[in-house]
């Protein structure tokens, strides 16, 4: 078995660095990096400044301009500033570029994510899709970054292959990428197996942003104990769980979260994990509805089931978290400052949120409110699900006004 990537090491201070491109405002920007610093805390490392630079278009050689690239090296220089971490992912050339005029390590969003993903990853097969991932991410960022396999570094973002010398590394890389699919392909196979022999039971899949509250709401569902944590990917390998709701059984798993921009070498390397939800009958769609740019993230996972085919399947959008929801209230003709005040559970019922084509329940995993309702509009579809593939069970299982939860 191979050893984990992680390394124990001294916090690092990163500064984050962003560009506003036309039709983005400030307070977007300002979202996406705090993401971006949430990352780089999950990762280990201490935020000390952020930069952020208004551009038409990115600077093909830097990303960023010139003058802010001195202002950053002046910055790192006098605090001596470990890591710069981009939102943006760069191009070989710009790493290359700014790692000789920064004088620091630096780091992409992409480079990051894959960081975080190694260092959450704590079976052997979560650790074999992460280390295929980073392969695949490294291999054309060879020039520049690496130097000798036998010398090995620590620190964020590079957790993982290590080093090789530049004439050696393309052929060793290629070799231990095509090693790692084979592995996976095997590992792939059984698990499929593992699938078809659970029968034919009702597949239920949790999926959502990262952080939302999957895991909370998995055990409160299934009364079992998955790792839940305030971090982003505190889950990377799936889980599932035995059901029953009133004597009315179900399958549930708990899969990855999904991010904003997540890299394509994750979401390759993922394929079993995302075949859960591929080939789940119901999906619960999981929101933190506190967050304050939840909208997005909503419409960042449904991006991702569309792009990996699941974008049709039954779905529940579970919007959780609402006793740290807060909202701005105020009449059209109201001038004076804006006030914050949670919103009620009546309140919700009557928004826009719960007039989505979809079903939809508001819930607070953690605090176990409406947690009734949203048992019995589960119950409800798998019911459905369930007596439309045995027919004759229809007996068996009560309508939901009958059915004790």
Do not use: C
């Amino acid at each position: 078995m191979r050893e984990p990537f992680v390394t124990k090491k001294e916090e690092e201070k990163a500064v984050l660095v962003g560009i506003m491109l036309p039709g983005q405002s400030s307070d977007e920007i300002q979202d996406y990096l705090d993401e971006l610093e949430f990352l780089a805390d999950t990762a280990g490392a201490v935020t000390v400044k952020r930069f952020i630079q208004k551009l038409d278009n990115p600077n093909p050689r830097s990303l960023i301009g010139k003058g802010k690239v001195a202002e950053i090296a002046q910055y790192v220089e006098e605090n001596d500033v470990n890591i710069v971490i981009f939102d943006d992912e760069l191009t070989p050339t710009q790493l290359r570029n700014l790692e000789n005029e920064l004088k620091r390590k630096i780091l992409d969003r992409t480079n990051l994510i894959l960081d975080v993903f190694a260092q959450r990853a704590k079976t052997a097969y979560a650790k074999t899709q992460v280390e295929l991932a980073q392969y695949q991410f490294l291999l054309p960022r060879l020039a520049g970054m690496w130097t000798h396999l036998e010398r090995q570094r620590g620190g964020i973002g590079l957790r993982g292959p290590g080093e090789t010398e530049i004439e050696t590394d393309r052929r060793i890389i290629r070799d231990r990428i095509a090693k790692l699919k084979d592995e996976l392909g095997k590992i792939d196979r059984q698990m499929a197996t593992q699938r078809k022999n659970r029968g034919n039971m009702v597949r239920v899949s949790l999926v959502g942003y990262t952080n939302v509250g999957k895991s909370t709401l998995m055990n409160l569902i299934s009364k079992s104990d998955v790792f839940a944590e305030n971090k982003l990917f505190a889950t990377l390998d799936t889980t599932v769980r035995k059901v029953v709701f009133g004597n009315l059984p179900f399958l549930l798993s708990d899969t990855v979260g999904f991010i904003r921009k997540l890299p394509y070498q994750l979401v390759e390397s993922f394929k079993s994990t995302l075949d859960e939800v591929r080939e789940a009958d119901i999906l619960l769609h999981v929101v933190d509805i506190s967050h304050p740019v939840f909208e997005d993230q909503l419409n960042v996972v449904n991006q991702t089931l569309l792009e990996i085919g699941a974008g049709d399947k039954p779905t529940i959008i579970v919007f959780n978290k609402i006793d740290a929801y807060k909202w701005k209230q105020k009449d059209a003709d109201d001038l004076t400052p804006e006030t914050t005040a949670n919103r009620s559970l009546d309140d919700l019922r009557k928004s826009w949120m719960a007039k989505r084509d979809t079903n939809t329940i508001f819930i607070s995993a953690k605090e176990r409110i409406n947690i009734e309702e949203f048992r019995t509009m589960l119950y409800k579809m798998v019911r459905e699900v369930h007596v439309s593939r045995y027919p004759y069970d229809n007996f068996l299982y009560p309508d939901v006004t009958e059915a004790n939860l």
